[in-house]
């Protein structure tokens, strides 16, 4: 059968006109999704009933085509929703010549709506909209809303002329310490590394504020060492998407000497008290010389306007003002300044994405608050990344008992910079001794004779654990009167003792070799080589050799992907892309077993599985690679 062009028009047509009756069925069924603004706002209520579910904070009115809707603000609707609540009505102009009468319209969660009414719940918001067929009041028509709890009257054309609440989201203490794979993976999605056990981290944070388009300043973030972390993790592009788009601010600088009004939130998001003290604040920004104008309307556009010219004088418990580390200051004015959201974010809920994600819905929701981005003042990025300084900077955040043991890194690493500069032979024995070549630099320690730092020109090829992180141990196993031995958990160099670190030998320096003799007879000799270094003792030696293999990759694009690791019969190889290369070979003796951080970085971009069996991979700091051997001879061969 063969179609002609009229037929095929008109079944255009038809379908056409199916789909606009269709479309015009559904805008019957669902409110209109236009935003609500305070153009819209008809009423703000200042007092708190007793019934949390049947207190309304707010109501808007607006016309929507031959229909009105109405929106009600609950402080706190329960879920499932449980409701009741009457409208009423005057009657219509039409109908108040012939006796009409006015419409009492009752809603209840145990009923359908009224005939030509539909109306929408929200328990996430706390928010009903209401919308009601041939309804097309005039300005100064009353509106009247009754609960269980209150009785509230307007006019749907009253006028409430408004400061928003402006609110800003502060944190501090967001990533640290991140240094191993565990801490970076706790601090951006831990399982249970919220102050109540609940999963938590950065992460959750991010990704609620990213769904409700809410601006976030984080503090103590913008530092290479916290950022590589987070690129670990995998959480660079999402980061640099938010900043793109105004959501986040990473200031330079310390967090500012403020206090932060900290919420306790949780699945319910924020707690009633919560929601209650940032309502009250609002009521002192209402413009009360255009009230008037309102009330000639019929409207008491704000119930007890007397009781709403201050702040709660006293912040309920899960509402709290911080002491620490902020000194306090003089009380937030509602007129004046933003107030500041957050605070140390390791100790808040809102790291949790389930208590958070629903918080910022009920704040967004409600166009009397402002969620505004914070202004920090404009810096430049100067947060050199030459290893001693991020050893002093690492230094300044621990324990300054404990780090006091470990600050005799920093000068040690200034001078194999300085010699990098400009390589020359050396050979030297003081507290430490240094053998260098004019392409090799070896640190050693007499206390142990072991291998404390190696370069090969600038880079680094070993290094200590204390170089990147002091504290892996427990604190109650700090002993701080033990020098290099305060954080046991610390591996102190290469060729260490097998259970006895700090065994004295006595140094004996050439030209390019040292040889270290303890009074046992034991001996450690090291030789520098063209190609690296060779290693011989008197005896096997179960010990182990910390790679710590060119560091400052940690602060470029996709580090953690360009590192490699082989293991060879005979040792290993390891070598970053387009960077130094390293081969380990044990010519007398064995390899026992590798343990390096790559093995963490599959599964760190993942939220965290509390069932997972860690390696000891996931323990150590970042860019380490541990070679646990039983070897008389080892050789080491770096190409640069």
């Known amino acids: 059968m063969r179609i002609t062009n009229y037929q095929l028009r008109t079944a255009n047509l038809v379908l056409l006109l199916l789909f606009f009756f269709v479309g015009m069925w559904i805008g019957r069924v669902v409110p209109s999704a236009r935003p609500w603004s305070l153009e819209y706002l008809r009423l703000l209520e200042d007092s708190f009933a007793f019934e949390p579910a049947s207190d309304i904070s707010a109501i808007f009115a607006r016309p929507a085509g031959t229909r009105c809707e109405i929106r009600l603000d609950f402080i706190d609707l329960p879920d499932p929703p449980e409701y009741q609540f009457t409208i009423i009505l005057p009657p219509s102009p039409d109908e108040r010549g012939v006796g009409g009468e006015e419409k009492i319209l009752v809603f209840s ?5 009224p005939p ?3 109306l929408t719940v929200d328990t996430v918001t706390d928010i009903i909209t209401v919308s009601l067929a041939g309804c097309r ?4 028509t009353p509106l009247i809303v009754e609960t269980r709890a209150e009785r509230l009257q307007t006019t749907f054309g009253a006028q409430i002329e408004i400061q928003p609440l402006p609110l800003q989201f502060v944190f501090t203490n967001t990533f640290a310490p991140a240094a191993t794979p565990l801490q970076a993976w706790r601090r951006w999605d831990g399982a249970h590394a919220g102050p109540r056990g609940e999963r938590h981290g950065l ?3 991010l990704d609620a504020a990213e769904k409700h388009h809410i601006p976030l300043t984080l503090y103590d973030t913008n530092t290479p060492l916290v950022l590589s972390a987070i690129e670990a993790v995998g959480g660079t592009a999402q980061l640099k998407r938010m900043e793109q788009t105004g959501l986040l601010a990473l200031p330079l600088g310390p967090a500012p000497t403020t206090s932060f009004l900290q919420i306790e939130i949780s699945r319910n998001g924020l707690p009633l008290e919560a929601r209650q003290t940032l309502l009250q604040s609002i009521l002192p920004r209402l413009l009360f010389s255009d009230l008037p104008r309102a009330s000639q309307q019929g409207s008491s556009a704000v119930q007890s306007a007397s009781s709403a010219s201050s702040v709660p004088s006293s912040v309920p418990p899960s509402v709290s003002i911080s002491d620490s580390p902020f000194p306090s200051v003089p009380p937030f004015h509602p007129l004046s300044n933003p107030l500041l959201i957050g605070g140390d974010l390791q100790r808040s ?6 208590y958070a994600e629903p918080s910022f819905a009920w704040l967004k929701a409600r166009p009397y608050f402002s969620i505004q981005a914070a202004a920090p003042p404009l810096e430049t990025a100067n947060h050199p990344i030459d290893a001693a300084s991020l050893t002093q900077a690492m230094l300044a955040q621990a324990d300054p008992s404990l780090a006091q043991n470990y600050a005799w890194l920093v000068p040690v690493l200034k001078a194999a910079a300085l010699w990098a500069q400009n390589p020359a032979p050396l050979a030297e024995c003081k507290d430490l001794c240094i053998l260098a070549s004019d392409t090799f630099y070896a640190v050693f320690n007499p206390r142990g004779g072991r291998l404390v730092l190696f370069f090969a020109g600038a880079e680094q090829v070993i290094g200590p654990t204390a170089q990147f992180f002091i504290g892996l141990s427990d604190r109650s196993q700090w002993d701080v009167s033990k020098g290099e031995a305060a954080d046991p958990a610390q591996i102190t160099g290469a060729f260490e003792d097998a259970g006895d670190v700090f065994h004295p030998y006595q140094a004996d320096i050439t030209e390019n070799t040292i ?7 034991r001996e450690k000799t090291y030789r520098l080589t063209e190609t690296g270094l060779q290693t011989a003792f008197s005896e096997p030696l179960e010990t182990h050799i910390p790679l710590a293999l060119s560091p400052h990759t940690r602060f470029t694009p996709g580090w953690a992907q360009k590192y490699r690791l082989e293991c060879l019969p005979d040792g290993i190889r390891s070598q970053v892309a387009g960077g130094p290369m390293v081969r380990i070979q044990v010519t007398a003796g064995e390899v026992r077993a590798v343990d390096s951080f790559l093995e963490a970085i599959p599964f760190i971009a993942s939220p965290e599985d509390p ?5 000891r991979g996931f323990f150590l700091p970042f860019p380490l690679t541990v070679v646990h051997l039983f070897a008389s001879e080892v050789s080491l061969t770096v190409r640069p």
């Open 203 to 205: 992460r959750g944070l």
């Open 611 to 615: 069932n997972l069996e860690l390696s």
């Open 109 to 113: 969660s145990d009923s359908l709506p």
């Open 349 to 354: 809920t809102w790291g949790t994405y389930e």
């Open 137 to 140: 009041p005039e300005a100064g």
């Open 515 to 521: 040889r270290f003799v303890s009074a046992e007879g």
């Open 116 to 118: 030509g009414a539909r």
